[in-house]
């Protein structure tokens, strides 16, 4: 039962901390996004990486948002330094990046809280 | 601005009877339209999806129709069950080479026993 995987699933922190999201996505898929969700915007895109290229991150606040693809195997979103503004739920989604009309794949959401 | 407008925040409906979930958008260039249930605490699931190239996509239950004319899309479930209870999103990409997929705001159904 191929799925995408995210850790933590919850994270507590203080204002200032740095914060690391990781996230395992399917086998074989090429194609990894980082969307947000919050009450106030819904779900948005933040960044996403074609065979581990980044290709858009437009959506990411760059002075504090860093989003990269160490292997094949593993994204990470980081935020340094974290603010109250950031806490929301992190979805990572992943897909076939071949197929003209690709469906993506989520993971559970890492939930953050910015005390 | 938002692309892909999901105008209804909640529905209700009876065990058994159709439900109806209505998505617009404003983007021409979008021609790949999905469907998403999301329950809570858990990552949006994809349900459904079809193509500009289509007008109706079937699979079980589930239906979305596409009106290109009206910029609209729809996704009927029928029967209604109670599991169907969710958060329901349409969502859009285009044929830019852009993967990346624009989300509506939600529809929470309510299938009552």
């Known amino acids: 039962d191929a799925r995408v995987t995210q850790t933590p699933r919850h994270k507590v922190t203080e204002m200032g901390q740095e914060v690391t999201m990781r996230c395992q996505p399917i086998?074989?898929?090429?194609?990894v996004f980082w969307y947000r969700q919050t009450m106030m915007q819904g779900l948005e895109l933040l960044a996403y990486?074609?065979?581990?290229?980044?290709?858009?991150d437009s959506g990411m606040p760059k002075d504090r948002f860093s989003a990269e693809m160490p292997d094949a195997t593993l994204a990470t979103l980081k935020i340094q330094p974290s603010e109250p503004r950031d806490s929301a739920v992190y979805f990572c989604?992943?897909?076939?990046?071949?197929?003209?009309?690709?469906?993506?794949?989520f993971g559970p959401g890492t939930r953050l809280l910015v005390l | 601005d938002q692309q892909v407008k999901q105008n209804s925040p909640s529905l209700s409906v009876q065990e058994g009877r159709i439900s109806i979930l209505n998505c617009d958008y404003t983007?021409?260039?979008?021609?790949?339209f999905l469907w998403y249930k999301k329950y809570p605490a858990e990552g949006p699931t994809f349900l459904i999806s079809?193509?500009?190239?289509?007008d109706k996509n079937e699979d079980g239950r589930f239906t979305v129709f596409l009106n290109k004319s009206a910029k609209h899309l729809s996704l009927h479930i029928v029967p209604s069950q109670p599991g169907d209870s969710a958060v329901y999103f349409c969502?859009?990409?285009?044929?830019?080479?852009?993967?990346?997929?624009?989300f509506g705001s939600g529809t929470r159904l309510q299938v009552q026993p």
């Open positions: 989604a992943s897909g076939h990046g071949t197929a003209k009309r690709e469906t993506q794949y």
């Open positions: 086998l074989g898929h090429n194609t």
């Open positions: 990486f074609r065979n581990r290229a980044p290709l858009d």
């Open positions: 983007n021409s260039m979008f021609d790949y």
């Open positions: 079809i193509s500009s190239i289509k």
């Open positions: 969502a859009a990409s285009g044929d830019t080479g852009r993967r990346a997929l624009t």
